[in-house]
């Protein structure tokens, strides 16, 4: 290779190979380099590239001179990655070689899994609601025609899975349009003692059907306001889920608390913040969930929030919200004592 042809080479950052006409390697620049750390020039191409679909293309491409495209997986790092190779003939000093291009292709693929998933999950929760509805109303017609107490029994039930596909719907959208602004920083200026009073107000009568009593205390001295940079609807939603899991999830009769305090330096932010914890004691939950539970859909007890009209999507909106303010969201819990979700928030200084 000459050395223009390989300064070439190394000045493309995608993945690159040169087989030669004796099926060895004749060149490879850096990034290659990094995804096949111990090939070299050299050595034949099998050694390292050993999956049949690209094997084939490489021995067609040498063979006939047409080119073409093979999937290529790596199971060598961490985590599996995906690569498109393309094979194109190259002729040099009157032989073939192979040049092959490694397009990783890991992050489409994962974001497709996604929305697979999400379809999937969506129509599932639908489904639910919509099958009982249409049952409902079959018997309604038939069975149930003339009976005035079954009738006000099953509209009901009937508006109750209305309204869950109503929640549904709504809550989707808010997470879309979560999602589309997290790279947009918020504006504006949120005093989080004034939105938790709010929130807490909101939220008496649910307290007061679980018979669970609201506190807010702050853990700092008190002095000057709790002020953070943000979005004031979306973070009173974070603190309305919060709360509200908090109050159905904890138990009857029970306390549920919300600290605030705010540090000069929050060593997760690297700056000054706040620290809003909300902090129920119910039974708490076994903390292998913790690391799922703000994926949309993920419920620990699937019944329990069922019955109580959830949908699921709280706390992935909380986490996203949370997220587009450059914030963290922790949680805690201990089987049997409770749980605690902390919000940390970065603060102006
Ligand atoms: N304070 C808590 N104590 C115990 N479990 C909780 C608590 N908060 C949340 N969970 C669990 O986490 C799951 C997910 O909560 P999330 O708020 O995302 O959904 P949801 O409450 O079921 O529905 P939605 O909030 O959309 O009405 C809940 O179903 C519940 O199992
Ligand atoms: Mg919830």
Redesign the pocket.
Known sequence: MSDFSNELLAAIPMPLILIGPDQRIAAMNPGAGEVFPGMGPGGHYLTVLRQPALSALVEQCLNSGEGGTARYVDRAMMREASYRVGAAAVMRDGARSVLLSFEDVSDVEWAGEMRRDFVANVSHELKTPLTALLGFIETLRGPARDDAQARERFLAIMEREAGRMN?LVA?LLVLSRVESAERQRPTGRVNIEELVKTVLLSLQVLARSEEVSLTMSRRDDGSGPLTVQGDHDQLQQVLT?LI???I???RKGGNLRVDLERFDRLPALRGPGVRISVE?D????DPIHIPR?TERF????NH??RT?????????IAKHIVNRHRGRLRIK?EPGRG?T?TVLLPAPS
């Open positions: 929640r809550d889920n509200e899991n908090g159905k999830y904890g129920d119910g039974d708490g939950f539970l993920y419920r620990i007890d329990r929030s109580m009209g959830g949908t699921g999507l709280g706390l992935a819990t749980s979700f």
